[in-house]
């Protein structure tokens, strides 16, 4: 007689497994809270975010024992010539002071000649002028340099201070003032004239200090912090193509799953190859190589008009960050041709895959709620992400301010007081840094490891709730007999296997710690080597395989939890139980198994790319609109909106896929279940599943017979 599995299996009483790792992991995040209460009471993510300007204080802030730069907001670094020199001294040591807004040069006439030139002085308390207060300052447009004596005025004519004059425009990008071309329109030829004798700036190698500007600009620093108010600027392209545009293609795609399931699985994988060329194409034209479209690739026509607005100029291609496009023009290629190979590899193995996703789908709406749980999920996972970056950067912040030891030959030789002075290493100006001290350090790898240990959590948990839902469905031949599954399965997962959940993400979330501890590593490694290219390119290769290594045994390890966390659902066994019986059942139906899984998780797979294809290339078109514009901003790339979005819509199409990927491994893991409890016979699985398995078994017998 076969042994058969009353729905009680599933619904039945159950005993708490892995309490000791819950209350590791409750203990664990009573640290993370003390943790980022200490960030809380202590940082201030303004000096991330407005920085520090030559003395040490904080923009737009009311400094204790400093100025009171509550309404100035923008960081300006006004000696030219210091930027200029970038190659001989760091960012954060180029003077840099607090204004209420950019600074402008003074406008040439009809002819192209300027008869006067802006200065941006040092604030007025540093006494070089008498009795002026920051409101005056501010009124005269941060210039007093009538004012100075003669020596002071031949100091600052050489870039040495108190004043500096307005030689380029700059533009205002995230709370700084950044310049945006080479010198304004008359400055030059009026700068050396005689009415002025001012000298020739130049950069640390003679040469033209535009270039050195303009290379400065395209610094990744700098580059992030124009697409950082790029994503700030266009966030509501991002919220409604990477957010709701993805909810409702992914809705349409489950149930296009459901009941048109052969048809769909091909019009999924042709609509994906074609979304892959298309965006191929569409970054080829943006990038410029197809067609005459240069810094139009931008942000098209209408953004591109805006940036040569405000730079006085017109841009070309090389000042612009066309190479990023190209870039990403190379690697969608690259992924278009992949795709291709990939499908033509998998077309053999769609018949019995598209006939389990037909059963995994019929599953998952005989439970309809379930599609409804991963939004929950992915706003709990956001909203954690979220708080967890916020109370890192108050944490961060949270170090102690030091002036930076900057001595350098260029800063000795040419900051001074005057015209003739060489400063001394002590007093050089140096600019200011968060320092943070070990124990800091150390609170910011506990914090980085909840991070790691919570979003694991979360994952597993909802993995569960998922499985135990689906095993419900399975384990009474799919008619099903509770009102509501999914909620019964959130009760049963919070109440008994949370334990469970701690242990197993808790394992996942060290192997991706020591990950990053290699990456860490790595890269203290290639500045140690830098000097030496055989010794860089060994190291290289080292951590490369390194890498490629631990990446695989964390997918291996991340598959292997999954069928444990299906195991725990339908048993309710303890972590380790759970692990080895899922190792078994994987190894004693290899075959079955590493068929339908493979190839439908790659069905599922490829829909996830195609929603996100589909999002990044609406939000391509959606940025591309010559009469679309964002109130009176624009955004200097689509670049990091468009990735943005990608990533976003890839994570919402992931949490519908997932429900549909865990339909169809805990329906076939079940059926391995009750093959090995009925001696070889699935007596409980629903009639639609067995009718293929049993079919695709005896395709394979046949065909391992023809081979012998």
């Not at 700084?176 to 400055?187: I, L, P, V």
């Not at 580059?223 to 919220?239: F, G, K, N, S």
């Not at 260029?410 to 060489?422: H, L």
């Amino acid at each position: 007689m076969f042994k058969t599995e009353a729905p009680s299996r599933i619904q039945g009483d159950r005993t708490c497994r892995d309490v000791f790792f819950l209350i590791v992991f409750a203990a664990f995040w009573v640290g993370m809270l003390a943790v980022a209460g200490i960030g809380f009471s202590q940082g201030d993510p303004g000096v991330l975010v407005f920085g520090l300007d030559y003395r040490g204080n904080l923009c737009g802030k009311d400094n204790d024992g400093g100025l009171n730069l509550e309404s100035y907001d923008y960081r300006y670094w006004p000696n030219t010539q210091e930027m200029a020199a970038l190659g001989s001294i760091q960012i954060m040591d180029a003077k840099s002071i607090c204004l209420k807004g950019c600074p402008k040069p003074a406008e040439a006439d009809a002819s192209g000649a300027v008869t006067s030139v802006k200065w941006v002085c040092d604030y007025p308390d540093d006494g070089h002028v008498a009795g002026m207060t920051m409101q005056q300052w501010s009124d005269a447009s941060y210039d007093y340099f009538d004012q100075l004596n003669d020596t002071s005025k031949a100091s600052s004519k050489e870039f040495k201070g108190p004043c500096y004059p307005v030689a380029m425009k700059s533009t205002s990008v995230y709370w700084s003032c950044q310049y945006t071309d080479g010198y304004a329109e008359g400055f030059e030829q009026y700068w050396t004239s005689d009415a002025v004798g001012g000298t020739q700036p130049t950069d640390d190698t003679g040469g033209a200090i535009e270039d050195t500007i303009n290379a400065y600009m395209s610094e990744p620093y700098m580059v992030m912090e124009r697409y950082v108010a790029d994503l700030m600027t266009a966030w509501a392209a991002v919220v409604v193509c990477g957010l709701v545009c993805p909810v409702v293609l992914s809705f349409l795609f489950l149930a296009c799953m459901r009941y048109f399931t052969a048809l769909f699985v091909w019009l999924t994988i042709i609509l994906v190859n074609l979304l892959s060329i298309a965006l191929t194409i569409f970054t080829f034209i943006k990038a410029g190589i197809i067609g005459d479209d240069e810094i139009s690739s931008i942000a098209g026509e209408s953004s591109k008009q805006t940036l040569e607005d405000a730079a006085g100029v017109e841009l070309d291609a090389a000042s612009s960050n066309k190479d990023a496009l190209v870039g990403m023009a190379v690697v969608m290629t690259i992924t278009t041709v992949l795709l291709f190979l990939f499908t033509l590899a998998m077309i053999s193995k769609l018949s019995v895959a598209t006939k389990i996703l037909k059963v995994a789908t019929q599953a998952v709406m005989a439970t309809p709620t379930v599609v409804l749980y991963p939004l929950s999920s992915f706003v709990l996972l956001f909203g954690f992400v979220v708080y967890w970056l916020f109370a890192a950067v108050y944490l961060y912040s949270s170090g102690e301010i030091q002036k930076r030891d900057c001595t350098s030959t260029w800063m000795t030789d040419n900051m001074g007081g005057d015209a003739t002075t060489v400063m001394d290493a002590a007093d050089l100006p140096c600019g200011y840094e968060v320092v943070l001290d070990a124990n800091l350090q150390y609170m910011l790898a506990y914090h980085f490891f909840g991070l790691l240990w919570t979003i694991q959590f979360i994952t597993a948990f909802g993995q569960c709730v998922i499985a135990g839902a689906i095993a419900t469905y399975y384990w009474t031949r799919g008619e099903g007999d509770e009102a509501s599954p999914v909620l019964n399965s959130i009760y049963r997962t919070a109440r008994y296997h949370t334990g469970s959940m701690a242990l197993g993400s808790f394992i996942v979330a060290v192997l991706e710690f020591f990950r990053s501890i290699m990456v860490y590593v790595e890269n203290k490694c290639k500045q140690l080597t830098e000097d030496n290219e055989t010794a860089g390119a060994m190291v290289k290769g080292c951590f490369c395989c390194i890498q490629c290594c631990l990446a695989c045994v964390e997918w291996l390890l991340k598959f292997i939890n999954r069928q444990a966390y299906i195991v725990i659902a339908v048993d309710g066994s303890s972590y380790c139980t759970a692990v080895s019986r899922a190792v078994s059942l994987m190894l004693s139906n290899v075959l079955t198994l590493a068929t339908v899984n493979t190839v439908g998780d790659c069905i599922l797979f490829l829909g996830k790319v195609a929603i996100s294809f589909g999002s990044a290339l609406v939000t391509y078109l959606y940025l591309d609109q010559d009469t679309y514009s964002f109130g009176e901003k624009s955004i200097s790339s689509p670049l990091l909106v468009v990735l943005m979005a990608f990533i976003s819509s890839y994570a919402v199409a992931g949490a519908f896929m997932s429900v549909t990927e865990m339909a169809v491994d805990t329906v076939l893991l079940s059926y391995c279940i009750d093959c090995d409890e009925n001696n070889g016979r699935a007596v409980n699985a629903p009639p639609a599943l067995a009718e293929v398995l049993e079919s695709a078994a005896k395709e394979q017998e046949k065909t391992n017979a023809a081979s012998a």
